[in-house]
C-alpha cells in the first residue's frame, strides 16, 4: 500500500522516489570520489634513550628528501667492535658493545677503543653479519677471544636490552676454522646457515644454538668441479689441488629460501653466485663467469658478465614459472681476469637487479645503480618494504636509499667508522591504507623483516568511539618483502577507526585514521 499517516498516498509515493533517487545518486558520487583519510597516529617504538653518548661522538651526517617511519640503520661497526642502531635523523636509538657495555665516556674515540675489548676480554669484530629475527631480537656471528686466534660461535642479543646470550662451540678441529663472513637464520627454529672457511677450504653448515650440526655441504668439493675445467682453459698455473690453489672461492655472502628449499651461494672470487638444492646437495645453476646462462640488458642486448667481485645477495622475487629476481652489491673489484671485464681505472660499486630464467638460461639486468663510491671489498644492499633499496660502502663509511626511479633520496655518513653491512631494521610490522571505497579499505602490510618463510599475521579493525572490534582478520605475510593485501570491509557506522596489525611474534603496530569525504 501506498497510504500514508499524513492521508497524502500520492505525496508519500514521490517522496519514496525521491529518495530512491538520492540513493543512487549518492552511491554514484561516491564511486566517482571515494572517501580519503586522515592519518591521526602511528604508533613507535621506543628504544632506551643513549644520552650518555657525546652528541658528536660518532659524527654522523645526513642528506635526506625522504622519511621511512620506524626505519632505523643497523651498523656493525669493525673497528668500534659495536652494534649500532642509528635513526633516520641521525639520533643514536641503541648501541650494543660484546661486553655489555652500559658506559661510554668521551675519552673512548673511534682510534683508541683498546679499552673497550680489554676490558671485556674479547678481540676484535666479535660482531659479524648480524641478522634480525623478530622484533625484538638479532643472531650475530660472535668471535671469543684475542685476534686471529678466537673461537667461533653466535650472539642472540636483546635489541632493547642490549643483553647478550653467546654461544660458542667448536665448529671443526682445523686450525682457524670459523665462521665466515655471512649467515642466514630460520625465524622459527632460529637454526642458522653459516660459511665455514680456514683459508682454503670452505664448506656450507646448518647449525642449531645448542652447536648440533644438522646439515652440511661441501664447498671446496662441488666448486672444483666448476673451477677446474675454467682453469685448464684459461691455462691457470694452479689446476691440479685446490687446497694447493690459495683462497679461489671467497664465499662471501650466503641466501637462505627456506621455501623454495634453496640456498644461494655468492663466490667473489669465482665472480659467480650459485643455487644449491639443499635436500639434495647440488648445485643447480650459477650465474657469472663460471656460469652458463647469458646475459641481457632490459632492452634485449646480449651483453658481458656486468659484475665484478659481488659482495651480497638478496633474492627478492619468485614467479610460479619459476624466474627469481635478485639484487646484488656490486663492487665492481676483482683479481685476476675478472679486472680485465672493465677499464683500467677506479671502479664505483653498484646496485643490480638481475632476472634469472634458469628454464632458457638467461639473465636480465633490469637496472642498475651507480652508487659513486668505491669499495674494494665487503658493502651490502638490502630491499626495503617499499620498493626502496638501502646501499652501504664500507671505505666510504657512506649509506644510501635508492628508489624504483634510481635516484638517491637519502644518505648518512659515519665519519670514521668502517661498518661491514648496514642493515635495515624494522621493530614492528608496517601497515599502509592504499586505497579506501565507500565500503572497503585496502591495506598493504609488511613484517618486521625480509623472509623466504611465510610468517603468520593478524590484523584487528576498531571502531575508535566504543572501541568495538569490527574485523579480525589472520593471514601470511608474502615472501621476500613483497606487500601483502588485504581488503577490509569498512562500515558507515563510523569515521574514526584503528588498525592493529601484529607480526609471529605478537608485536603490534596500531594507526588511527579519520574518514574525509
Not at 674515540?109 to 638479532?138: D, M, Y
Not at 569490527?470 to 621476500?480: G, S
Not at 618483502?481 to 570491509?489: D, E, F, M
Amino acid at each position: 500500500s501506498t497510504q500514508s499517516t499524513w492521508g497524502c498516498g500520492g505525496f508519500h509515493t514521490l517522496h519514496l522516489f525521491l529518495m530512491q533517487c538520492a540513493t543512487v545518486c549518492f552511491f554514484l558520487l561516491a564511486l566517482a570520489h571515494p572517501p580519503s583519510y586522515t592519518l591521526i597516529f602511528q604508533s613507535s617504538p621506543r628504544l632506551p634513550n643513549r644520552t650518555f653518548i657525546p652528541p658528536d661522538f660518532f659524527k654522523i651526517t645526513t642528506n635526506s628528501t625522504m622519511h621511512h617511519p620506524g626505519l632505523l640503520t643497523l651498523y656493525c661497526a669493525r673497528s668500534e667492535n659495536l652494534l649500532l642502531f642509528v635513526h633516520q635523523n641521525n639520533s643514536i636509538a641503541q648501541l650494543i658493545a660484546p661486553c655489555n657495555l652500559t658506559e661510554v665516556t668521551p675519552k673512548n674515540t673511534p682510534k683508541r677503543n683498546a679499552e673497550w675489548r680489554t676490558s671485556c676480554s674479547v678481540g676484535h669484530q666479535n660482531f659479524i653479519s648480524p641478522r634480525v629475527l623478530n622484533s625484538t631480537h638479532l643472531i650475530s656471528i660472535f668471535n671469543i677471544g684475542a685476534p686471529h686466534s678466537s673461537t667461533s660461535g653466535l650472539a642472540l642479543v636483546n635489541i632493547y636490552t642490549g643483553h647478550i646470550t653467546a654461544y660458542p662451540f667448536t665448529l671443526n678441529v682445523r686450525k682457524r676454522n670459523k665462521m665466515h663472513h655471512a649467515i642466514a637464520i630460520h625465524p622459527v627454529t632460529c637454526s642458522v646457515l653459516f660459511l665455514n672457511s680456514n683459508g682454503t677450504h670452505h664448506y656450507l653448515g646448518e647449525v642449531t644454538l645448542g652447536g648440533n650440526m644438522v646439515w652440511r655441504f661441501d664447498l671446496s668439493a662441488s666448486l672444483w668441479e666448476i673451477e677446474r675445467p675454467y682453469r685448464v682453459a684459461h691455462n691457470y698455473s694452479c689446476q691440479a689441488n685446490p687446497s694447493h690453489c690459495g683462497d679461489w672461492i671467497h664465499p662471501n655472502a650466503v641466501f637462505w629460501d627456506i621455501t623454495h628449499n634453496a640456498v644461494y651461494l655468492n663466490a667473489r672470487h669465482m665472480n659467480t653466485f650459485f643455487k644449491i638444492h639443499k635436500t639434495q646437495n647440488r648445485i643447480l645453476w650459477g650465474v657469472g663467469t663460471r656460469g652458463s646462462m647469458l646475459f641481457f640488458s632490459d632492452n634485449g642486448t646480449q651483453i658481458e658478465v656486468p659484475f665484478v667481485g659481488p659482495h651480497e645477495i638478496t633474492k627478492i622475487g619468485h614467479t610460479a614459472s619459476g624466474i627469481e629476481t635478485f639484487v646484488l652489491y656490486d663492487n665492481h673489484a676483482g683479481r685476476e681476469d675478472h679486472l680485465r671485464l672493465m677499464p683500467h681505472k677506479i671502479r664505483t660499486a653498484q646496485l643490480l637487479i638481475l632476472e634469472v630464467h634458469p628454464d632458457v638460461q638467461h639473465v636480465i639486468v633490469k637496472w642498475n645503480f651507480s652508487g659513486n663510491s668505491a669499495s674494494a671489498n665487503m658493502g651490502s644492499v638490502y630491499p626495503l618494504p617499499t620498493g626502496h633499496f638501502m646501499m652501504h660502502h664500507p671505505y666510504t663509511m657512506r649509506t644510501q636509499i635508492v628508489s624504483p626511479n634510481r635516484s638517491e633520496v637519502w644518505s648518512q655518513h659515519l665519519h670514521h667508522m668502517v661498518s661491514f653491512r648496514a642493515i635495515p631494521v624494522y621493530l614492528q610490522p608496517l601497515v599502509k591504507i592504499i586505497k579506501i571505497r565507500s565500503s572497503e579499505v585496502v591495506f598493504h602490510v609488511w613484517d618486521v623483516a625480509l623472509r623466504s618463510l611465510a610468517m603468520p599475521g593478524r590484523l584487528w579493525l576498531f571502531q575508535v568511539h566504543n572501541r568495538m572490534l569490527l574485523t579480525h582478520v589472520a593471514f601470511a605475510y608474502e615472501l621476500y618483502w613483497q606487500p601483502t593485501v588485504l581488503r577490509i570491509p569498512l562500515p558507515r557506522s563510523s569515521d574514526l577507526f584503528e588498525v592493529q596489525v601484529a607480526s609471529a611474534d605478537g608485536t603490534r603496530t596500531t594507526q588511527q585514521f579519520r574518514l574525509t569525504h
